[in-house]
């Protein structure tokens, strides 16, 4: 018995040697940080602007919805509008990290005002403009506190949300204002992928952004809380406290390059889907009517129809897209044909960065101003703003005054200068300016024209701004039909994602319940449209 | 690791005690007791003397010493031979021959922790196979070989080279590897059956439960050979084995009518886009009828144009000559596969003598594959050995040696990476594969190679001869084994384990060779090491007595165990090269990437079984684990979990008088629980940073056993931003502190019945598991975190196992044996921590549901105006809609061995098979859609196939309506307004390729979902023995014999025709697999 106990005494001798702090090394996992510095947030969170959001980047799906293209292939997916499970992975993939990444600078001891913070503050208000005006009520005030409760959070009304996005905008244009005059962070500038750390053009963008959100308020413009006309008169009275873009180097554009970030069309990819999309019919014919040279520059013409007609390849009748509300299988057999537009070789398939991606853009922010003076909410000369919109956009594409030369490509090599056919065409702004199309007049039919030339303004870029303004004031005409899926008919928002029904049900139902008669579907009108 | 020290010191004081102890006792009477059958000592034979209370129990070699004196009788008994009285007539050296008991011939099993128990004891389900009959009719993977073999248990063989089998006990994989009581970590490739005596299942909780946590669904207990038996004191054995590989069990069902192309057009200009349709192209070109066509080897004419013309009057002008269209390349697939061999040799030689045992074994195995250039080299040594110092002391050791090396292997997962994918689903027959062996194009040998396309496919010839993936891994294990009865009744053992491996594979990307996210096609080289290591040193002593006048037989062992695990893993890869050509990681082009991953984990366990026998009447059993675990947060848990198990067994017909035709009667039942703090069983190349470090390409999981540092801190990850900067990210996962390690809590009961005399017998165990989870549960992401890991979600496992053995035919020379095995088992959620409308508490919980196509109440499907199935997406509210499919899980799984004897000739043949669940037939899908299959040519879509150029005139059969629009259940996706729709016969004409590619859509699957059941005729093994009479002629051959042997001869009942499914047993969604082949050869085994 004596050699049991001694055995038993030696096993529990093993046990304790084998000791406690042995068990408390292997707690910690060697092989990521729990804490690093705001800056490695911020880099992420600023590349991460070049997507998301439900397919947010050029040629993703938000420009199939705002109806630029369109998938032939049926392989390869269709042009349906797929409006189901909302973008909420923005609070856990984007939101959280901003949230991080301004605990990160406070912990490090920066002061209460740091660049971290002030850009914080406008991607948030980014993040839920973007995610409101998708979907509706969204959790805010209770959001992003899983630390401290996993519960699901509460709805924020729309209206709370949009003060909530105008307070940080202006809380961000102050900071800022501070901020550029002190000692710059040059960890801040070197991830800073948009600006280099260049904080008056993050006042500028605070400010741009801020029309962005105010237009899209429109039809609140009576709302005394918003009160948008009073805003958009502060802005435009102070540009030295307001700040805003100045031209196209002002824009908050995502810069592609050869190796790491290229462009999502490019060489590499030609093969892949270069014939499986072609353009959309909303796109080209709004061109093709106001003779409008931007289609040659971002589209091939449909060669069925040069061969035919013996058309030259500037010719505008030869441009045609394909409704994105058609049935698929005609498309294809269509664009097998060569009845429709490609996408143009030579601006995007050439290089590894056709354009820059604009976020937010200079011509857009004519626009809003444009609008705005237009529907009255603050004086000015709502023509000139239009016509600087229309010019700088026009001027994008390289487009100007004189001869200019257009490059095709029928088949062959998109990197092979020598397989392209080229074609000129002779263009003067006050030509098309002053087609009774494009020229700037008052009424109802100005606004179009504002709000046509915007649309236009948006392609391939700024996200989901074109779908949003088309919901907004049906400008331009949407193509609908089978393709476009939920039974032909245009959705007004995305549905929450399915998973708040199961784990915030109580929280989900009281804002579905609220906004759209108990029923989350993608026909529900948001309060923002009504 | 700091427990060396103590564990030396302990083995020192142990030493000391052990010869303090030699001369305790008197020696009265000393003898020896052996088998009469090959007079090997019977280790552990038990001794008394009749009439007293005194016993003793023989050592390893049998010896044996007793209080006794002239006269007095003693009883003899060992587990496997037939008890016997026998009366002292001397008092020493007395040689005492016991005969095997046939009855209970298979009745000795090995249990938890090595122990060997009587299997009437048990109270649980074990079930034994001996590998005798596993080495003849071989598997490259031994596993592989355990099919139908045991009830309940399911291995999904994969028969891609190197490839490792899944297994599942019970529906459920945590499944731990035990040699001779040492858990290792194995991919199962360094396992050698040669060396392996036999395995025993240990299936569930109660049987494993006094294992770790890595045992939560069983354990696989092996084995090892020791010694020998041979009356000379030593042998040598020779096993050869050799078998081909050909005859396919299942092959795509492919067309050879069209070629490449899209709505029947195509025309090669360069291959990457500049023709028509020349380009990552689908297979619904134009038909093969000899119309001239620019093609990928048509003569290059500078300056001159020639003009095609497709049917839909479109044209395509290129200086390529356009020549003939056909069918080049007919079974191009069948043609480029070899013939496989696998060939295994194996020795060892053995020797034993009261003091010492000893075996040495080496083996090889060759595989080459059916695809060419590419093979595999497994190398094993084993050693065990045995000393015995003293009666009382024995130490032991074996040590496993393997080395697996691979220059060249296959990478099958889906992707341009595979042969599969390359050959058999996206090429047409325009191009033979004969002409593809010379792949460089001429003058740009090493940069670019020759095929029919260069975007997205790549030339079989080059892929398997410029395209190397290299495998090499050292695995080891092995055990010292220190027995000690240091006192009457007790002993105590010493168990230090170790097992580690090593591993480096390379992946050698020739320049042009394209695959996903790696279409710049510049080459790569990439490397992968890994290393593991884990020690595990244990201690127990036991003790056995019978007590109260051997009424009360009490069995009991009290132990304890510290595991180490410590792993490390480097995963770099250059992005694309500089030099063409050079694999090396400083030739990258742009800068490396690397990923590395290092962790350890210590686990402290002490642990208890006691078991208990009432006369002959019960046995009754308890086991009891309290671990400490690393991977656990120091919560009020403090780390710490216990689980224990408990269960009783009677024979019935020990005691009570029974039908005559009853010779057996046992019932057994069990509770045990089994628990797991979420180690990972394998882990990939980074980590659990991410998932795969590239866009294609296999995921390749090694061995782990440790945590993912789940309840660590919470953490950054470290990612690659704008212009490849780092930059950081914090968890979407979230832990609840007071998380526990999870629960499954078994109950079984079972019957063991005998009839004739035991010549027939059936074995059923039902099971009832209820495991209480660990797991992630989805949390609102507005929360900041997508889920929380957490105590939650419970499932219920209930099934039922059967195993019938039989002797059908028992003659002088003839005789037949039959087993039986048959299981089922069926999972439900009790508690789902996360809820769908499709899968509530009480649903199964492998329900299959997806998205589908929108039927009428009647089932006949509706098309959508635009001629297409309609999805229920297509229908108003259809976003979110998807129905219920099936299940997953088969219904039950089946296997029948038969073992038939005549004179020296024996024939052994095996079919087993599955019946019910639903497998998704990956291939069957992505041929359908892109126009490849069989299926495609046939019937209407045959018909109407040609008119795919001019728009399609074909009408899907059925209906659609006019007016009103379908509107669905946003959940079910059924129609909710049908009484106010007009539906009408679907007039609609569209290409058979739109028609066929929304058919066997990736999301709608009504149409590429099917049954699973399916039966093999697994192996067939003829054996003559050469009779010994024959033998005595050559002097130094002790016995021989040689085998006919052939495995997966036939596959029965295949309604996924296209693949076999033997690799998803139980698993729904399969991807793309090379064809199936049918393995024959022969064997011969010869003992000196």
Redesign the interface.
């Given at each position: 018995m004596k050699k049991i106990l001694q055995l038993g005494l030696m096993l529990v001798l093993i046990s304790t040697y084998s000791c406690k702090k042995k068990f408390e090394d292997l707690l910690t996992n060697p092989n990521q940080p729990v804490s690093l510095p705001a800056y490695l947030i911020l880099g992420k969170e600023l590349n991460d602007l070049s997507g998301g959001l439900g397919g947010n980047a050029p040629w993703d799906a938000v420009h199939r919805y705002n109806q630029f293209f369109c998938r032939n292939y049926q392989y390869y997916g269709d042009n349906a509008y797929a409006f189901n499970n909302g973008p909420f992975g923005v609070y856990s993939n984007d939101l959280k990290n901003i949230q991080q990444m301004e605990l990160e600078a406070a912990n490090s001891g920066a002061p209460a005002r740091n660049v971290y913070s002030a850009a914080a503050k406008f991607l948030k208000a980014y993040y839920y403009y973007h995610i409101t005006s998708l979907m509706g009520d969204v959790p805010m005030t209770q959001a992003l506190k899983g630390l401290e409760n996993i519960n699901g959070p509460a709805y924020d009304t729309q209206k709370d949300v949009m003060l909530q996005i105008l307070k940080w905008l202006d809380e961000a244009n102050d900071d800022f204002a501070v901020l550029k005059t002190e000692v710059a962070d040059k960890n801040f500038g070197q991830y800073d992928l948009f600006y280099k750390g260049d904080l008056s053009k993050w006042q500028k963008l605070a400010n741009a952004f801020q029309l962005r959100v105010l237009v899209s308020l429109s039809k609140k413009s009576g709302d005394t809380d918003l009160k948008i006309g009073q805003r958009f008169t502060q802005i435009m009275g102070n540009s030295s406290k307001y700040p805003l873009f100045s031209g196209m180097a002002d824009n908050f554009s995502y810069k592609y390059n050869n190796d790491f970030n290229r462009y999502p069309l490019n060489p590499s990819n030609f093969g892949f889907d270069a014939l499986r999309l072609n353009m959309a019919e909303t796109w080209v014919k709004n061109l093709t009517t106001l003779e409008d040279p931007r289609v040659f520059a971002t589209c091939e013409p449909a060669y069925k129809l040069i061969d035919q007609n013996s058309w030259s390849l500037t010719d505008f009748r030869a441009f045609v897209g394909s409704p994105n509300g058609e049935n698929q299988t005609e498309m294809e057999t269509k664009a097998q044909g060569g009845l429709y537009s490609l996408i143009g070789r030579y601006r995007y398939y050439r290089t590894f960065a056709a354009e820059e991606g604009i976020i937010a853009g200079y011509p857009e922010m004519c626009f809003n101003i444009a609008e705005a003076i237009h529907r009255g909410w603050v004086t000015g000369d709502a023509e000139q703003w239009y016509k600087n919109g229309i010019d700088a956009m026009i001027k994008f594409y390289g487009i100007t005054n004189g001869s200019n030369t257009f490059y095709f490509l029928r088949s062959g090599n998109p990197t092979n200068i020598a397989d392209y056919k080229t074609a000129s065409y002779n263009f003067n702004f006050d030509t098309y300016y002053n087609q009774a199309t494009v020229k700037y007049e008052t009424g109802l039919a100005g606004l179009n024209k504002i709000l046509l030339q915007k649309y236009l303004a948006f392609f391939m870029n700024s996200g989901w701004e074109a779908f949003l303004n088309q919901r907004r004031t049906g400008v331009p005409v949407f193509s609908v039909g089978a393709g476009i899926g939920n039974g032909g008919v245009l959705p007004k928002r995305w549905t929450y994602p399915v998973t708040e029904q199961n784990v915030n049900n109580s929280n989900w139902k009281a804002a579905v319940d609220r906004q759209f008669g108990g029923q989350d579907v993608v026909g529900g009108e948001l309060w923002m449209n009504k | 690791m700091?427990?060396q020290l103590?564990?030396r010191k302990?083995l020192a004081?142990l030493f000391l005690?052990a010869f303090s102890f030699t001369a305790a006792y008197a020696q009265l009477v000393t003898g020896k007791i052996i088998s009469k059958t090959d007079a090997a000592g019977v280790a552990g034979a038990s001794i008394e003397v009749k009439g007293s209370s005194k016993g003793a129990s023989a050592d390893a070699s049998g010896t044996f010493t007793i209080n006794a004196k002239t006269g007095d009788v003693l009883i003899i008994s060992a587990l496997g031979f037939k008890q016997i009285n026998y009366t002292v007539n001397k008092t020493s050296g007395l040689i005492i021959e016991l005969e095997t008991d046939a009855r209970s011939l298979n009745e000795v099993v090995v249990t938890a922790l090595g122990i060997k128990k009587e299997t009437k004891k048990l109270s649980y389900a074990i079930q034994e196979v001996k590998t005798a009959d596993l080495v003849k009719a071989r598997e490259p993977n031994p596993i592989n070989s355990l099919k139908g073999k045991v009830a309940g248990l399911v291995v999904n063989i994969n028969s891609e080279l190197l490839r490792q089998p899944s297994i599942n006990f019970r529906g459920q994989g945590n499944i731990l590897f035990v040699v001779d009581g040492i858990p290792i970590r194995t991919d199962t490739w360094n396992i050698s059956p040669d060396d392996i005596e036999s395995y025993s299942f240990l299936k569930g909780q109660t049987a494993a439960a006094l294992y770790g946590s890595n045992a939560v669904d069983g354990a696989i207990i092996i084995n090892t050979k020791k010694g020998t038996k041979d009356k000379r004191g030593f042998s040598v054995e020779f096993n050869s084995s050799t078998m081909f590989e050909n005859g396919f069990l299942a092959f795509p069902r492919l067309q050879d009518e069209y070629g490449p192309g899209?709505?029947g057009?195509y025309a090669f200009?360069?291959?990457?886009?500049?023709?028509?349709?020349d380009?990552?192209y689908?297979i619904w070109g134009p038909r093969f009828e000899g119309q001239l066509l620019p093609q990928y080897d048509g003569e290059v004419v500078p300056g001159q144009t020639f003009t095609t013309t497709f049917r839909?009057?479109?044209?395509?002008?290129?200086n390529i000559r356009p020549t003939p269209w056909l069918a080049r390349g007919k079974d191009n697939l069948g043609r480029f596969l070899q013939t496989g061999l696998l060939s295994t040799n194996h020795i060892s030689i053995a020797s034993q003598t009261d003091k010492y045992d000893l075996r040495f074994g080496m083996g090889h195995t060759y595989q080459r594959a059916i695809v060419p250039n590419m093979g595999l080299n497994i190398t094993n040594f084993n050693m065990a050995s045995g000393y015995n110092f003293s009666k009382k002391v024995r130490l032991s050791a074996n040590i496993n040696y393997s080395r697996q090396y691979s220059p060249n292997f296959p990478d099958v997962n889906y992707g341009p990476n595979s042969l599969i994918y390359n050959v058999g689903i996206w090429a047409g027959s325009d191009w033979s594969v004969d002409d593809m062996k010379n792949y460089w194009q001429e003058g740009k040998v090493g940069i670019q190679q020759k095929y029919a396309e260069?975007?997205?496919y790549n030339n079989p010839w080059f892929m398997v001869k410029e395209w190397l993936r290299g495998h090499y891994k050292n695995d080891l294990y092995g055990y010292v084994t220190l027995d000690w009865k240091?006192?009457p009744n007790?002993n105590?053992m010493l168990r230090p384990g170790i097992s580690t491996y090593g591993i480096t594979r390379t992946e050698k990307m020739p320049y042009s060779a394209g695959s996903y996210g790696r279409?710049?096609r510049k080459g790569d080289y990439r490397e992968d090491n890994r290393n593991l290591f884990e020690s595990n040193n244990e201690?127990q002593?036991r003790y056995n007595n019978k007590l109260f006048k051997n009424i009360l037989q009490l069995d009991g062992m009290?132990g304890?165990n510290?595991q180490n695990i410590r792993y490390n893993s480097v995963y770099a890869t250059t992005n694309y090269l500089n030099v063409p050509g050079v694999y090396n990681l400083n030739n990258s082009l742009?800068p490396v990437r690397t990923f590395?991953?290092?962790?350890?984990?210590?686990v402290?366990s002490?642990y208890y079984s006691f078991d208990f026998g009432v006369s002959k009447y019960l046995t009754v059993s308890t086991t009891g684990r309290l671990d400490?675990h690393?991977?656990l947060?120091?919560n009020k848990y403090k780390?710490q979990y216990f689980y224990f198990s408990t269960g009783a067994a009677t024979v019935v017909s020990d005691y009570i008088k029974l039908p005559d035709v009853v010779s057996f009667l046992k019932l057994k039942g069990s509770y045990a629980t089994g628990r797991n703090p979420q180690t990972i069983s394998t882990i990939g190349p980074l980590?659990f940073?991410g998932g795969n470090p590239l866009d294609y390409g296999d995921t390749y999981q090694s061995p782990y056993g440790i945590g993912r540092?789940a309840?660590?801190?919470?953490?950054?990850?470290?990612?690659?931003?704008?212009?490849?900067?780092?930059?950081?990210?914090?968890t979407?996962r979230?832990n609840d502190p007071d998380i526990a390690a999870d629960n499954r809590k078994t109950t079984e009961a079972g019957i063991d019945i005998r009839f004739f005399k035991n010549r027939l017998a059936l074995d059923v165990t039902y099971f009832s598991t209820l495991s209480e989870l660990l797991g992630n549960?989805?949390?609102?992401?507005?929360?900041?975190?997508?889920q929380?890991t957490v105590n939650s979600g419970v499932t219920r496992n209930r099934g039922v196992e059967a195993v019938l053995s039989g002797t059908a035919i028992q003659k002088k020379n003839f005789s037949w044996n039959v087993l039986v095995n048959w299981s089922t088992f069926k999972r439900v959620w009790v508690d789902n921590p996360?809820?769908?409308p499709w899968i509530k508490n009480g649903d199964r919980v492998d329900l299959v549901v997806s998205p589908g196509f929108v039927k009428l109440p009647d089932g006949r499907y509706l098309h959508?105006?635009?001629?297409?199935l309609m999805r229920m997406?297509?229908?108003?509210?259809g976003?979110?809609a998807q129905r219920i499919f099936g299940h997953g899980d088969p219904d039950f799984v089946w296997g029948i061995t038969n073992n038939l004897r005549y004179k020296n000739f024996s024939l052994a043949f095996q079919f087993d098979g599955v019946v019910g669940g639903l497998i998704w037939n990956q291939i069957r899908r992505r041929t359908i859609?892109?126009g490849r299959h069989l299926e495609t040519v046939q019937g209407e879509w045959g018909v109407h196939r040609p008119n795919d150029v001019t728009?399609?005139t074909f009408v899907g059969a059925g209906v659609t309506w006019v007016g009103v629009?379908?509107?669905v259940d946003?959940v079910t996706g059924e129609i909710t307004n049908f009484k106010d729709l007009t539906i009408v016969p679907n007039t609609k004409a569209?290409?058979v390729q739109?028609y066929a590619?929304?058919y066997a859509s990736s999301s709608e699957r009504d149409f590429i979902f099917q049954d699973r059941t399916f039966a093999k005729l697994r192996e067939v093994t003829l054996t003559y023995n050469i009779p010994a009479n024959v033998l005595k002629h050559a002097k130094f051959i002790s016995s021989m014999n040689v085998s006919l042997v052939g495995r997966n001869l036939i596959l029965f009942y295949n309604e996924s025709k296209d693949v076999d499914p033997d690799q998803f047993t139980q698993q729904v969604f399969s991807d793309i697999q090379s064809p199936s082949t049918r393995r024959y050869g022969f064997n011969i085994n010869i003992i000196f």
């Open positions: - | 700091t427990v103590p564990m302990l004081v005690t899209s709505t057009k200009k360069d291959g990457v886009g500049g023709g028509v349709n380009n990552d689908d839909d009057g479109s044209t395509f002008t290129g260069y975007q997205r240091f006192a007790f105590v279409d710049d201690v002593v009290v304890g510290i742009l590395n991953w290092s962790a350890e984990q210590l402290l002490g400490k690393s991977n947060p120091d780390q980590g940073i540092y309840f660590a801190k919470y953490t950054y990850s470290l990612g690659f931003g704008y212009n490849n900067s780092v930059v950081g990210s914090f979407n979230l549960r989805s949390i609102s992401s507005a929360t900041g975190y997508d929380i996360n809820p769908t959508n105006t635009d001629g297409l997406r297509d229908a108003v509210n976003g979110n859609s892109g728009g399609g629009k379908p509107i946003p569209v290409t739109n590619s929304r």
